[in-house]
């Protein structure tokens, strides 16, 4: 019998196949040529019309089969109905390995299912291979991201949660001839005991929108103040960069808290990262020290974040900020 | 209302040593509330402020010692606490402690009508033992809570904060609710509060308490399982310190792709 790993293909709420899912499906693909060239296959619950939309998409990220589940209840997230869905699906089709995005979505839904299938569950790896036995070897931090564990399940699925951004998409496209595979599930006795009332979407410009930046400019404690901080958002601007905070200046009220990088806050892969009076405390860099490049600009030599920054400046970002800002580049307006 | 508060002690995750052979020094680790925990604590109590009747339960399930961090949340409030303490628990994966922590409380308190945990513990920061405990008693969850803003007719109405916005959500109770806040002035102990703490019991109850088979509990009971543990590499740069901003500048326009 061929070897299935599901992945799970969250929707995200304006309906679209959240990049997750393309991220997980090519490492997928890796863990698959290990595995007896298992299936990587596809579980998506959605409103009716979504599983043909987006064929195309799964045909292209090398998706075996979609197990597509349709109904006009599943139009909004809910964990009762889904977790029941997702569960009933995996029974049937017995994947080796279960994969599913550590969003907000993924974090609610995963352990309703490991727990339902009475099966283990990875949170937040950021490594997944297959070892000699044939195992599913998850590696993911722990203790704030000083000690990293790689862990192994001793039940079906061997399930595992994966964050954004921590593995690439395919660069070029891996071409399936994707089948889609329809299947019923029973929701009438599952009560609905949690009810959306409302839903305010974040306002978002580019200034906050950290997750696609491909330049963020950070500021911690170091900046002292909203002086600081404005000083700090004007060079952003001026290199249409996105900006990001250390939980020390979310606490002092200099930032909110969706700007927050690090183990409480969002995890960020810029292409270049400047960090602005921080430290570089392990819970801050374990958020952003994927970054392709990483410039520091630090007054005590002797700060941590000096250990991971490809370029730094020793110096006080009061004085080096309005120097920056005079210099003329590319996006300069 | 019955309200139980699952509350877990984690080592101080700042504050790491290191052995010889790179292993976590455990000996002489500070235990301090997992920080999440503290903000399931507030919530609880500010329900306690803001209606009548309400009664709370600290649960955790951990080491004896746990119990004086059970006293200090008895101090700044909470009715009373419960300690699940056995060695046949040590060692569970967060399907074991979901599953011995929700058949404690089926099984000891009598009636609950909500439970809340804190989003996530910093030690392992899986933020999955919630979901865990509500699976295995069947009832709904509601994770992301920010704030709980309501609560009658046997519901609340709680605030969700999520990575695309914020959603007012209400549940029917009994349900189980994860917390996430923000920053907010933590409640202190004030003397009768200590008074109180030291005259209560704390509940202990071990693996034959509960209604639980040995399979299912601790290593045994756990399907997931550490084959390795080892330090992260640490990032092999040297970083090159700039003169002055002409060169920092400089460096910014070829890192961030800003040359003209
Ligand atoms: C469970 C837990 C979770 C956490 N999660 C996060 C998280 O998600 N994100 C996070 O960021 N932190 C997190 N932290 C906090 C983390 O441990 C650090 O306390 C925090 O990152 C420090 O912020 P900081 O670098 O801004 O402040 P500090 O550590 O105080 O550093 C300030 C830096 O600014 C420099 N400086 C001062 N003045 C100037 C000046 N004029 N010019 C230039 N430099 C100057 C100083 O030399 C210093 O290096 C967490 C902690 C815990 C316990
Ligand atoms: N041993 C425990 N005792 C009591 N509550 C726990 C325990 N482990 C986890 N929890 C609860 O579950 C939440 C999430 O923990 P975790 O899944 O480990 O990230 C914590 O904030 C606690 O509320």
Redesign the pocket.
Known sequence: MTKEILIFAEVTRDNYIHTVFFELANKAQELANKLENAEVNALLISKPGLAEEYKEAFINSGINKIYSIEDLRFETYCTDYFAKAAIDVIKEVKPEILLIGATNQGRDLAPRISTALHTGLTADCTGLDINEKGQLAATRPTFGGQLMATILCKNMPQMASVRPKVFKPAEKDIIKPTEIIYKKVDLENIPRCVELLEFQKKLTNSINELDSAEIIVAGGRGLKNTEGFALLKEFAKKIGAAVGASRVAVEMGLASHEMQIGQTGKTVTPKLYIACGISGAIQHTIGMDKAEKIIAINNDPNAPIFEIADYGMVGDAFEILPELIKYSFKTDM | MKIVL???QVPDTSDIKWTENNTIQREGLESII?P??VY?IEAALKLKRSYNDIEITA????PFQAVDMLKKIIAIGVDNAILLSDKKFAAAD?YA?GKT?GTAIREQVSNFDLII?????ID???????PSIANTLNLPQVTYVQEILNYENNTITVKRELDDGTEIVKVTLPALI?VLKDYFEPTRAKINGIIKAQNTEIRTLGFDDLTLNAEDVGLKGSPTYVSKAFRPAPKEVECKLCENCQELAEKIKICGGLND
């Open positions: 699952c509350v877990k997992n999440y925990d399931a649960l955790t399930m951990g967060t402690t922590i945990c804190g989003q996530f513990a392992g920061d899986t933020a999955q033992t919630g994860c």
